[in-house]
Structure formats: structure tokens, C-alpha cells
């Protein structure tokens, strides 16, 4: 039986400039592997080697690399910054995706297969098909406590979170009232504590329950956690001091007419203040429907300032 000789060249690939979605094949393998973890043990922050990216630290490296791991050519993405698609953080990070994976973007969350945040959660609800990734600069919850990373983690192991509780009953004594804005700590699954990076209060309850898959990276810090679809996520409260969000029930949207929604404080000449939609692919979608545009909007989150069911 002859053999046909066959050359290196035959064996190997052709050369590219890069691998698809940048990051190469090994690195790809090693975060889709801490993210099953993650998957598997809800609110544990799971080590990684945080690759290089054309990005500094600090500005969503964590973020990007999970959604370079996920993305695929028929995926939709939607890049958003504090709620906003248009900031250069959230443009020049949609691009890039665009650019390195061929994949459609979109200005419309219910469209979007792969959101990619920072420090919000679209107003509209996510479905089961769809992915969050939200950026996560500090993924410890017990640094303000306990600064010594060895001892912290052997805490998180023990489910040892009396100092956190007591920063917390420290904060009502003094303030008569939590403190905490972003980043309020919660409880997941009933077993890890957990920061779900730096959304403001108002958010914190869209992760309870919620369809859709979260996944939580920081990129500096070299960890990944995740909250898999239909999991609880308790913000710690004591039983007489309810959890509050922000309250911006009574507040309306300047530019689109919305009420009832998180928005930003816009500072006037005269000293007053203008409000606006923090999500402004949804004050958009107004805009549009108050020109007579047939729009579609999906589920939200709220009514009226109240959580819907």
C-alpha cells in the first residue's frame, strides 16, 4: 500500500493576521471553561489569564474578552456605556466587535443576541436566548472590609459575611439609611455574595429571576462570575430596612416624554435640573412612536417605578 507523501504545507492552516474574534483558540478554551464554572457554582469568582487587548485596563478588557469568546457571525450586538450606545467607550467597543467577527450590531435590545454593558441593564427584559456581559472593575464585595485577598476568599468559603453586614448596619446608625449606591452587595443563590458591578440600585433586582444568562468579568482583576438564568439575587437587607432603589418613579425624560424609568440628571444654566433616559435605545423607541414611527417595544422591568411581575 503506497502512502502519499505529504508537506508541511499541506498539514498546516494558510497564514491569517488573527485569529477569528482576536483571541486566540487557547485563550478562547480557558474562558469558556471558567465561565461553565462560573455557570455551575452562581456568584463565585472563578480565576482566568486575562489576555491583552486593544483596550487599556480598566475600560472593559474583562468584558470584552467573554464577548470575543462568545460571539459568533450571525450574533447581534449591542454595546451600551451607563446606558448609553452613542459614548466613545461603548462605539469604539462595538466596532471592534464588528470589525474581528462579522457579526451585525444593533441599536435595539430586543434584538440583540449579546449585550455587552457597563454599569446598566437595559429597562426592557431579556429572554432566554439572549446573553448579558456586564464589565466589572472591582469584582470583590469584601475589599471595603477586608483588603487581604488571601483572607477574603477563605471568608467567601466559610459563607463568613458578618463584616460586611456590619459596614452595612454601620451606614443606618450613622445615616439613618444604606449608603450603598452601585455595587450593592447580594446574595446569590442563597450561598456567595457577590458586587454586580457597578449598576445602581435600580438594577440590582432585574438579575432575580431573570431569563437570560449574566456574565460578570474583570479584566485587571483576572476573575469571572455569573448569574445562570432563573437564579435568585438577594440584595442584603435587614428585615425592618426594606431595599430601596432610586426614586425616580416621578421623574420624565426631557427628550422623550418616558416616565417612570432610571434617568440621568442633566445640570441647567439656571441651576435647575433636566432628566433623560439612562437607556437611550429606549428613549429612542419613544421618540420615535411620538413621531408616528411603528415601534416595538418589549417587556420592561418597572411600571410606573414599581417592579412588574
Not at 464588528?98 to 431579556?126: C, F, M, N, W
Not at 472590609?145 to 456590619?166: C, E, F, K, T
Request: aromatic share 8%; with cysteine.
Amino acid at each position: 500500500m503506497s502512502v502519499t507523501p505529504q508537506s508541511l504545507k499541506t498539514l498546516s492552516r494558510a497564514w491569517e493576521p488573527m485569529s477569528y474574534g482576536f483571541l486566540d483558540a487557547s485563550a478562547k478554551r480557558e474562558i469558556r471553561r471558567k465561565m461553565i464554572k462560573a455557570v455551575a457554582v452562581p456568584g463565585c469568582q472563578m480565576p482566568y489569564a486575562s489576555r491583552e487587548v486593544p483596550m487599556a485596563r480598566g475600560w472593559g478588557t474583562g468584558g470584552l474578552q467573554v464577548s470575543l469568546t462568545l460571539i459568533r457571525p450571525n450574533m447581534r450586538i449591542k454595546v451600551i456605556d451607563q446606558g448609553a450606545d452613542d459614548s466613545v467607550n461603548a462605539a469604539s467597543i462595538r466596532h471592534f466587535l464588528a470589525r474581528v467577527s462579522g457579526a451585525p450590531t444593533t441599536l435595539d435590545t430586543l434584538q440583540a443576541d449579546l449585550i455587552q454593558s457597563r454599569h446598566r441593564i437595559p429597562e426592557e427584559k431579556l429572554n432566554e436566548a439572549q446573553i448579558l456581559v456586564l464589565q466589572v472593575p472591582n469584582p470583590e464585595p469584601l475589599r471595603p472590609v477586608q483588603p487581604n485577598m488571601s483572607i477574603a476568599r477563605q471568608m467567601h468559603a466559610d459563607a463568613d459575611y458578618g463584616r460586611m453586614w456590619l459596614q452595612l448596619y454601620e451606614q443606618i446608625v450613622r445615616s439613618g439609611r444604606v449608603m450603598q449606591g452601585a455595587s450593592y452587595p447580594s446574595m446569590v443563590n442563597g450561598r456567595h455574595v457577590m458586587t454586580p458591578s457597578p449598576i445602581p440600585r435600580w438594577d440590582v433586582p432585574k438579575l432575580n429571576m431573570a431569563q437570560h444568562l449574566t456574565i460578570l468579568s474583570a479584566g485587571r482583576e483576572k476573575r469571572i462570575f455569573a448569574v445562570p438564568p432563573y437564579t435568585r439575587v438577594e440584595p442584603l437587607v435587614f428585615d425592618d430596612v426594606p431595599y430601596k432603589v432610586e426614586e425616580h418613579h416621578d421623574l420624565t425624560c426631557s427628550r422623550s416624554g418616558a416616565k417612570g424609568f432610571f434617568m440621568n440628571e442633566i445640570p441647567q444654566e439656571d441651576g435647575s435640573s433636566a432628566y433623560e433616559l439612562s437607556d437611550s435605545g429606549f428613549g429612542v423607541k419613544h421618540i420615535q412612536q411620538s413621531t408616528g414611527d411603528a415601534v416595538t417595544f418589549g417587556k420592561t422591568w418597572y411600571e410606573n417605578g414599581e417592579m412588574a411581575e
